[in-house]
């Protein structure tokens, strides 16, 4: 059963910058692990960020690149390749040497939450037994061959776990990310409750006044768009819109994010920012 836990303040202002556990405690623990991720809400995240691909035979899971060729001893697109197939792969035994060649794990003395593959729906069962509220940030990958059955999948398993509807406290513990204002667009028509967050990499012309798609309420601007542009995030709060900054993780520019007043700091080391915002 998952407990309601009170909602942080989303108005744009003074509330204590959230913390958001890139692809869990990603320095810790190799990235999308379980490990990661359950290293992160010990660490106290306030959220977890995770970004989603659909396998062939229909399973959301926590994958960030298209193929499993950085974060894996197997080949292949993630799109090409059923659950099956990904769970016999090892997705963290690079994480302990980054220059050393692959070799074959020793299966006897591996720790599963370290090397398996992760699904969204174990991410959510991990997150429902946190005892604390923990939101999620879930990145849609795109463009992908199986387009709009992404945002069908995510919003039906979101459904299950009762995460797409707002409540007398709020709006839903989950927010869905991407860069394709047209995927925000889909998983607001199946779900109008969800938060959507917009990802920029570059600031173009059409959004530095703060704008943003139809139905987005958040703005995700990568950190170098504070650094060449820091009067953004006033334009931004100035036309009502959160600001979620990823991916910070130089002291610099975690006091570049607190100076400027951002909503969230999304980051690799969720321990080490929560300290130096004072909020360990």
Not at 93 to 113: I, L, M, N, V, Y
Request: hydrophobic share 40%; with cysteine; proline share 7%.
């Amino acid at each position: 059963m998952t407990t309601a836990y009170p909602l942080r303040d989303r108005t744009p202002g003074p509330s204590p910058i959230s913390v958001v556990a890139h692809r869990g405690a990603s320095e810790d623990a190799p990235e999308h692990t379980l490990a990661a991720y359950r290293r992160a809400i010990e660490d106290g995240a306030d959220a977890l960020e995770c970004d989603v691909r659909l396998t062939a035979d229909g399973h959301l899971v926590c994958v960030h690149d298209r193929r499993v060729n950085r974060t894996s001893n197997g080949r292949g697109a993630v799109s090409a390749l059923e659950l099956a197939d990904l769970t016999s792969l090892d997705f963290g035994s690079w994480k302990g040497d980054e220059d050393a060649p692959w070799e074959a794990p020793d299966r006897q003395h591996e720790d599963p939450e370290r090397t398996s593959v992760l699904t969204l729906e174990r991410l959510l069962e991990l997150v429902a037994d946190a005892g604390r509220r923990v939101e999620l940030a879930i990145e849609t990958k795109h463009p992908t061959r199986w387009a709009g059955q992404v945002e069908e999948r995510l919003v039906a398993l979101l459904e299950r776990f009762g995460h797409t509807k707002a409540s007398a406290e709020g709006p839903p513990p989950v927010r869905v990310m991407s860069f394709s204002a047209r995927s925000l667009h889909r998983v607001r028509a199946a779900a109008p409750d969800i938060p959507g967050v917009y990802l920029m990499q570059f600031l173009t012309p059409r959004h530095r006044d703060g704008r943003l798609p139809p139905g987005v309420g958040i703005a995700g601007p990568g950190v170098r768009i504070l650094r060449a542009h820091p009067e953004y995030v006033s334009k931004a709060h100035r036309a009502g819109h959160q600001v979620h900054v990823w991916t910070v993780n130089d002291e610099a520019d975690v006091e570049l994010c607190e100076r400027l007043g951002v909503d969230a700091i999304i980051t690799n080391r969720p321990k080490q920012v929560r300290a130096q915002l004072g909020l360990a």
